[in-house]
């Protein structure tokens, strides 16, 4: 796992995952963690 991966996962970890099903739920829920959208989307996409 690469360093930014993990860092995506800690900040994702704060997250409050209402549908862990949408993806468009989990990228909503990382962007109120203050996550960038394209940060939102690579966490999504990997």
Do not use: G, H, R, V
Not at 8 to 33: G, M, P, R, V
């Amino acid at each position: 796992m690469s360093n930014d991966n993990m860092a995506l996962l800690a900040s994702a970890s704060y997250a409050d995952f209402k549908d862990i099903k949408n993806t468009k739920s989990i990228q909503d829920a990382l962007k109120n963690e203050k996550m960038f959208a394209t940060q939102a989307t690579k966490f999504t996409d990997t």
